[in-house]
């Protein structure tokens, strides 16, 4: 008997590698303004609290930068029609999604991102496997909330015992608890082992194929 049937997921550093198309729409955002670029490492470390968040720690002085709104506006003009440049998904995510499709599991994303970029790139990527596809918008509260996770598993037909949730930060850590799931941290992502254990999560996988042995044992 499984002891899940249900498995949502984060989306950036979980099932994509989003982090280069992340940077280059931050970059083209702080450049129309003269601003300092940001490096790569610098984006990873400001991803997970959405957007809004994101643009706050990569533009000089952040909220009281006169020109901030400016270039939010801009990131995400230009990240919705970039957001598949060179975004992947991670090795494994693929055939893991495959299997447990197969083996009738429930599928979910819940996402910081905002909620356009989310449901585009799950068409892109995933849809064959997962219809369930929530981002970031105005009408309903953001993670770590648990908001997201209780409307992902409505819209499932799902219950809070029977779902985990993976993702690979300190904010899905967050997330997940607040939602009264078991939470997977995963190293392949944005943040590394260290801070996911530091910040409790239940379980840590190093590959997608690991999460089917935490799912799939009833005794686990």
């Known amino acids: 008997m499984k002891k899940y049937d249900t498995v949502i997921f984060d989306l950036d550093g979980t099932l994509l590698d989003t982090l280069e198309d992340l940077a280059d729409s931050v970059n083209f955002a702080l450049g129309k303004y003269n601003f300092p670029s940001r490096k790569k490492e610098e984006v990873r470390s400001f991803v997970g609290n959405g957007v809004g968040r994101l643009m706050e720690l990569s533009v000089p002085d952040g909220l009281n930068n006169p020109y901030y709104k400016e270039c939010l506006a801009d990131f995400r003009s230009h990240y919705s029609k970039n957001m598949q440049n060179k975004t992947k998904a991670y090795e494994g995510i693929m055939k893991l999604l495959d299997v447990l499709s197969k083996e009738n599991y429930k599928l979910a994303i819940v996402s910081n991102k905002f909620d356009a970029a989310v449901k585009e790139l799950n068409k892109i990527y995933f849809e064959q496997y997962i219809k369930v596809a929530i981002g970031e918008s105005s009408n309903i509260a953001k993670k770590p909330a648990p908001d997201t996770v209780i409307k992902a598993l409505k819209e499932l037909d799902s219950t809070t015992d029977k779902a985990i949730y993976v993702g690979d930060s300190e904010v899905d850590v967050k997330t997940a608890r607040n939602s009264g799931v078991k939470c997977v941290g995963v190293t392949w ?20 194929c690991e999460l089917l042995d935490i799912i799939g044992d009833s005794e686990n």
């Open 189 to 208: 992502g944005f943040r590394d082992r260290e801070l996911l254990k530091e910040k409790g999560a239940d379980y840590i996988i190093d590959k997608p």
